[in-house]
């Protein structure tokens, strides 16, 4: 990924991120504030300590209940404009109430921005988990993130939309779907396939990475998921046609593969170290990004980056644990290393791998917070983790 936000230094022919940065922020709703402030204060250091000239200036940007309160609405359009405009910013979790109420506020903003891809690393930093293989977990999940069924095209059971729907699938095509049925639509593009297969293999080509699988169920969903793959693969053997290697490993090239969603959640189980980049529709990329980040210690150590042609938006993969809310005890890695995911973004890799660096050594030490059996604050574990960066070389 290179950096496209303002301004570019040239020097000697080259192009550089610039020493100051400006990033926007989001704090969130419920364990938003308290992990987003120590995630804000450990990539600050992060940057000092590997550039010493560089800073990144925090613009706060409003959403959530916070942006209710202050601006009587829950996502104001400076908000979008500004994230727009910064080109990369850190978001914390927003609430969004389940069944009813407001439409999710995260799916507005991907929306709102085109990010169509949603990019998770699973990687193992050390937390206790029941799988005994963690060790071996590297993978990238790209996620399709305007598609699917979460496009939002569905209507209640028993209202008039729905009524209107089951009645033109009988008139035109014969097919019957029960009167009390609610229904969705799954719209799975040529465009948005292939836009997400290309970030995929681009990422794999950038990064050194050995293989891409696209994960679908075109067994059963042969028009959606089916086709899917069928892009994907046109993708691949296309654009990247001097890469990768379809279906069977060849030295020096990309194995590009597939396999079939529920299949894939066996396989990351029974050979998690064989999977690397793994390439999906929308809703099977939501199911595989949690199981993936349960094998290596659960959603509190789970980083996630939402990328557009242009911007950026880097966020936790929880959300607002309103259990938890307030008590000063979330675990603050998700949202440290989505800022790291965001340095790395700009070009600032030195940082990003101090990050991580730093929260292998604090947990592995046993610097932990309670979630993963630690007695640490949020605020500890920041303390922590800047602690360990001193002893990273
Ligand atoms: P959640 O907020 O991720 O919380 C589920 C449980 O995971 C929490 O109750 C807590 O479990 C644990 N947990 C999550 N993050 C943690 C952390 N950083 N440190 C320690 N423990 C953590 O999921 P949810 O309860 O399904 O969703 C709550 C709200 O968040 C909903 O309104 C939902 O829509 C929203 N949400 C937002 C985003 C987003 O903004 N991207 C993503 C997901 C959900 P314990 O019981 O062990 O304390």
């Known amino acids: 990924m290179e950096w496209k936000g303002d301004p570019i230094e040239t020097?000697?022919?080259?192009?550089?991120?610039?020493?100051?940065?400006?990033?926007?922020i989001i704090e969130g709703d419920g364990i938003g504030p308290e992990v987003m402030g120590v995630a804000k204060e450990v990539v600050n250091r992060a940057v000092e300590k590997a550039y010493e000239d560089r800073s990144v200036v925090w613009v706060e940007l409003l959403a959530g209940?916070?942006?209710?309160?202050?601006?009587?609405?829950?996502?104001?359009?400076?908000?979008?404009?500004?994230i727009r405009e910064l080109k990369a910013a850190l978001k914390g979790p927003l609430e969004t109430p389940v069944g009813s109420g407001h439409r999710s506020l995260n799916v507005t903003l991907r929306t709102a921005l085109d990010l169509y891809a949603n990019v998770r690393p699973v990687q193992y930093y050390g937390a206790p988990t029941p799988f005994s293989r963690a060790?071996?977990?590297?993978?990238?999940?790209?996620?399709?993130?305007t598609e699917d069924v979460y496009a939002g095209i569905e209507w209640r059971a028993g209202t008039e939309e729905a009524k209107k729907f089951r009645n033109f699938l009988l008139e035109e095509f014969g097919i019957e779907v029960?009167?009390?049925?609610?229904?969705?639509?799954?719209?799975?593009?040529?465009f948005g396939s292939k836009r997400i297969m290309r970030r995929a293999i681009q990422w794999a080509v950038e990064k050194g990475r050995k293989r891409v699988t696209i994960m679908h169920k075109g067994n059963i969903m042969k028009f959606t998921e089916g086709a899917f793959r069928e892009w994907a693969y046109q993708v691949a053997r296309e654009e990247f046609g001097e890469y990768v290697s379809i279906g069977e490993r060849r030295p020096g090239r990309i194995l590009v593969d597939d396999r079939?969603?529920?299949?894939?959640?066996?396989?990351?189980i029974l050979r998690p170290g064989e999977y690397d980049v793994i390439v999906t529709p929308n809703l099977n990329g939501d199911y595989i990004s949690d199981a993936a980040a349960a094998l290596?210690?659960?959603?509190?150590?789970a980083a996630g980056l939402n990328l557009g042609d242009e911007v950026a938006l880097a966020e936790p993969v929880h959300g607002t644990a309103p259990d938890i809310a307030g008590k000063g005890i979330a675990n603050p890695s998700a949202a440290i290393l989505s800022g790291a995911l965001l340095l790395e973004y700009i070009g600032w890799k030195k940082a990003a791998m101090l990050i991580r660096e730093?929260?292998?050594?604090?947990?592995?030490?046993?610097?932990?917070?309670?979630?993963?059996?630690g007695n640490l604050s949020t605020e500890g574990f920041g303390r922590a983790v800047m602690e360990e960066m001193e002893n990273v070389h």
Not at 260 to 268: P, S, V, Y
Not at 358 to 373: H, M, N, Q, W, Y
């Open 358 to 373: 730093a929260i292998k050594r604090a947990i592995t030490s046993g610097r932990k917070t309670l979630d993963l059996g």
């Open 11 to 24: 020097k000697n022919g080259r192009v550089r991120a610039p020493k100051e940065v400006a990033l926007g």
């Open 178 to 190: 029960r009167e009390d049925a609610g229904i969705g639509v799954k719209p799975i593009s040529e």
């Open 135 to 145: 060790e071996e977990v590297d993978f990238i999940i790209f996620r399709e993130n």
């Open 296 to 301: 290596v210690g659960g959603v509190g150590m």
């Open 65 to 82: 209940k916070k942006a209710l309160r202050e601006k009587g609405t829950l996502l104001p359009k400076e908000t979008i404009e500004g």
């Open 260 to 268: 079939i969603a529920d299949n894939m959640f066996q396989q990351i």
